[in-house]
Every structure is written in structure tokens, then in C-alpha cells.
């Protein structure tokens, strides 16, 4: 059978363990943050408003799966949200 196109696994998350569907890694797992960057390339804004979503949800599921070791809070942002944040370049002092 040739010419048939395997259908590709979208790296979505797996919720309650926010694991990626697709590769089993956390999510969003790293194709899963170049499709985002990719989909919301002309509104980082908007991207940073569903990640903040998106987080606001992991929070809830994860620590209702286990609230006596839910993930640190600033690991869960810089997981979902620092990767995202608007970089402005750095020029030195002139």
C-alpha cells in the first residue's frame, strides 16, 4: 500500500495527568509548544491567555489527583507559561 498517509497523533494533553497523548511527555511537550507557537505566531497574546487557561486546569487536576504532592507552582508556570513569554531583544548600552 503505497501513497497512504499514517495519520499523525496530535500532541494534545492527557488530562488529569496533563502527560502528552501523542509521545507521553508533560505537556505541552516540546512539538506540542512549536505547534502553538506556529498556530498563534501572529498573537502572542492570545497564546498566553490559553496557556494561562491551560494551566489554570492543570492546577485543579493535579492537585485533585494528589493533593499531598502536587507539582511546585512556579515549576507549573515556567512549564506552561515561561517558555511563551515575549522575548525583547537585548541590546547593550550604547
Do not use: E, K, Q
Not at 14 to 29: F, H, K, T
Not at 58 to 87: E, I, K, S, T
Amino acid at each position: 500500500m503505497t501513497g497512504c498517509a499514517r495519520p499523525t497523533r496530535l500532541h494534545v494533553p492527557l488530562r488529569p495527568l496533563w502527560l502528552c497523548r501523542a509521545c507521553g511527555a508533560p505537556w505541552p511537550c516540546a512539538t506540542a509548544r512549536l505547534t502553538l507557537l506556529t498556530d498563534y505566531r501572529n498573537s502572542p497574546i492570545a497564546l498566553s491567555i490559553y496557556l494561562a487557561g491551560m494551566l489554570y486546569n492543570a492546577v485543579d487536576d493535579l492537585y485533585r489527583l494528589d493533593p499531598h504532592d502536587a507539582p511546585n507552582p512556579g515549576a507549573l508556570h515556567a512549564r506552561f507559561l515561561g517558555w511563551a513569554a515575549p522575548r525583547t531583544p537585548r541590546f547593550p548600552d550604547r
